[in-house]
C-alpha cells in the first residue's frame, strides 16, 4: 500500500496528544545522539495508556518504550501518537513498526517522515501493509525543530553547525594582549553549558586550548536541567572534542601539561553520568606533513584520534573538509568556539547554520581583537546579512542568535 494513502484531518484531541509526545521527546535532547528524539503517546478511548521517549542511543525506541508495560488487550484498537515516522529496520533494535503491528495498534499518527535513507517511508509502508491506518503531518514543524542535527545530516550530509561568540559593546572578543576572561558574566556561561551539552562534538583551535588550558566539557554544576524536565536527565553526554592544529603546537608533550588531556577517559571523574560512549574524546586535526607523525606519537594516549585534512598556511584548514570529517563520525550538532580567525573562515564557507552572539555591557577599546575580521568590502552587497532569529537577556549580558543569509 502506498504511503500516500494517508488523511490529514486531525482532531483537537490528536493535536493534544502529538503535543505532549513532541514534549516528550525533548527528554532526550542531551542523551540520544547520534540517534533522533523521539516521543511517542498511545491512546484509546480518549485516555492515554501508556507514553515514552528514546533515551539513549542502543536502547528502547519511543514506541517501544510507551508500549512496554502494556499488554497486547490493552493496546488492540488503539492509537499510536509519534513524532517520527516508525523505524522498520533492524539495527541495535528491532523494528518500531513491528512492535506496533505485534501491539494491534490500529492507527498511527506520525509527525513527520524519518528523511533516514533505512527507512524513508518504509516504516510507514511496513505499517499499512498491516492494515494500520496512517496520518502524517501532524505538528510537523514543531517535530522538526526536535532535532536540527538529525535533519541536517540526513538531508545535507552535514551538522548543524552554531557558532558561539562573546563579544564587547564595540564587538571585541579579546584585549591587543590577548586577555579575554571573562567578558561576559557568570549567567552567560552557563547558558554556554547548555548549548555544549546539545552538542555532539565541539569544534576549537590548539591556539585556544593551549592558551586557555581549556577543557571544552560540559560541567555539571553549571548545567541545571532538572527544570525543564520531570525526570531527572542521568547519561548527559560528554561532546567530542574536535582541536584543529595545522602548525603542529600540540605534541605529546605539550598534551601532558593540559587539562583537556590529563584524564583521557569516556567518563569524566567529577562526574560518571556524563560519557562519550565508544567515541574518541578528542579529535586532533592535524595538517598532511604532521599527521603521520602524530599517529605515532599519540597512539599512547586513550581515546585520542588523529585525522589529517586539508590546509594552506595563509587560509588555515579547509572548512568543507572539516565538516566531511563531522559528517563520517555521526556528528548532528557541531559547536564552534574559537578565535576570530576561524570564526570568519566558518561565516565565509556559509556552513553557519546559527550564529550565537553574547553580547557584554563593556568597551574594550582601541587595538583590541575584532570578532569576525572579514572584509575588506568594496561594497554593501558584499557584507554579510544575518537574520535575528531570538534574543534574551543571560543575566548582565544579552545573547542574540542570528540566521546567516547565505549569498550566492
Not at 88 to 110: F, Q
Not at 265 to 278: I, V, Y
Not at 352 to 377: Q, R, S
Amino acid at each position: 500500500m502506498s504511503q500516500n494513502n494517508t488523511t490529514t484531518s486531525f482532531s483537537e484531541q490528536d493535536y493534544t496528544m502529538m503535543a505532549l509526545a513532541i514534549k516528550l521527546a525533548k527528554k532526550g535532547q542531551y542523551t540520544t545522539t547520534p540517534n533522533p528524539n523521539v516521543g511517542c503517546v498511545i491512546v484509546k478511548d480518549g485516555a492515554i495508556l501508556g507514553q515514552g521517549w528514546h533515551q539513549k542511543s542502543g536502547t528502547g525506541h519511543a514506541e517501544v518504550n510507551a508500549l512496554q508495560a502494556l499488554s497486547i488487550q490493552q493496546t488492540a484498537g488503539a492509537t499510536a501518537y509519534v513524532t517520527l515516522e516508525p523505524c522498520s529496520h533492524y539495527g541495535r533494535t528491532p523494528p518500531c513498526a513491528l512492535r506496533l503491528k505485534e501491539a494491534k495498534i490500529k492507527k498511527v499518527i506520525v509527525a513527520m517522515l524519518d528523511p533516514n535513507p533505512l527507512v524513508a517511508g518504509n516504516g510507514i509502508a511496513m505499517l499499512q501493509e498491516a492494515g494500520i491506518e496512517v496520518q502524517i503531518g501532524l505538528l510537523e514543524t514543531d517535530a522538526r525543530a526536535l532535532n536540527p542535527g538529525f535533519l541536517s545530516r540526513m538531508e545535507r550530509q552535514q551538522p548543524h553547525v552554531r557558532l558561539k561568540l562573546a563579544t564587547s559593546v564595540d564587538g571585541k572578543i579579546a584585549l591587543h594582549n590577548g586577555e579575554s576572561k571573562w567578558i561576559t558574566g557568570p549567567a552567560a556561561r552557563a547558558d554556554v553549558q547548555r548549548y555544549r551539552a546539545l552538542s555532539c562534538a565541539i569544534l576549537t583551535t590548539a591556539k585556544t586550548v593551549i592558551r586557555d588550558n581549556a577543557r571544552l566539557n560540559v560541567r555539571p554544576e553549571q548545567l541545571n536541567v532538572q527544570y525543564e524536565f520531570t525526570n531527572i536527565v542521568t547519561d548527559i553526554r560528554q561532546p567530542i572534542k574536535i582541536v584543529l592544529d595545522g602548525k603542529n603546537k600540540i605534541t605529546p608533550e605539550v598534551a601532558s601539561g593540559l587539562a583537556l588531556f590529563d584524564c583521557n577517559m569516556a567518563k569524566n571523574q567529577s562526574d560518571n553520568r556524563l560519557t562519550t560512549e565508544d567515541k574518541p574524546q578528542v579529535v586532533l586535526v592535524k595538517s598532511e606533513p604532521h599527521f603521520e607523525q602524530a599517529t605515532v606519537d599519540f597512539k599512547e594516549f586513550t581515546n585520542v584520534t588523529i585525522v589529517s585534512s586539508v590546509y594552506n598556511k595563509e587560509k588555515g584548514f579547509c572548512v568543507s573538509d572539516l565538516i566531511s570529517h563531522c559528517n563520517q563520525l555521526s556528528i548532528n550538532n557541531l559547536w564552534v568556539e574559537a578565535g576570530s580567525q576561524l570564526s570568519a573562515s566558518f561565516l565565509q564557507s556559509q556552513v553557519v547554520d546559527e550564529l550565537i552572539l553574547y553580547m557584554a555591557p563593556i568597551i574594550m577599546g582601541k587595538n583590541a581583537i575584532d570578532c569576525i575580521p572579514l572584509g575588506p568590502f568594496d561594497s554593501m552587497k558584499e557584507t554579510k546579512s544575518l537574520n535575528l532569529l531570538d534574543y534574551k537577556m543571560v543575566g548582565d549580558d544579552i545573547r542574540f542568535t542570528y540566521q546567516p543569509i547565505n549569498k550566492h
